[in-house]
């Protein structure tokens, strides 16, 4: 199994900055991709941004410019710094993880941080 430890979630005035952080830990081998998601209240989960281990990343063209997603492989951690943040950004804030055995793909995720953006 794999845990992921989420971090950095809070409440930020429009216009500032946030950092989430989200470490995996457990059974963490072959860890391919890392990512972000989110849901806001009264609507569907959605993509924020994915990173593969190779360093490749997807972006929402929602967060596209003022998001940025990065890894460290060897921590096994992805991070989301969030500039610029809107009040359309507030939504609790789901780490993801992908992990391939050899045989098959398995899916993880955090419980979720909330992002609150409001004056």
């Known amino acids: 199994q794999v845990q992921l430890a989420e971090s950095g979630g809070g409440l930020v005035q429009p216009g500032g900055f946030l950092r989430l952080s989200c470490a995996a830990s457990?059974?963490?081998?072959?860890?391919?991709?890392m990512g972000w998601y989110r849901q806001a209240p009264g609507k569907q989960r959605e993509l924020v941004a994915t990173?593969?281990?190779?360093?490749?990343?997807n972006y929402a063209d929602s967060v596209k410019g003022r998001f940025t997603i990065s890894r460290d492989n060897a921590k096994n951690t992805v991070y989301l710094q969030m500039n610029s943040l809107k009040p359309e950004d507030t939504a609790v804030y789901y780490c993801?993880?992908?992990?391939?055995?050899?045989?098959?793909?398995?899916?993880?995720w955090g419980q979720g941080t909330q992002v609150t953006v409001s004056s």
């Open positions: 993801n993880a992908d992990q391939f055995n050899g045989l098959r793909i398995r899916n993880y």
């Open positions: 990173i593969t281990s190779g360093g490749s990343t």
């Open positions: 457990g059974s963490i081998f072959a860890i391919t991709g």
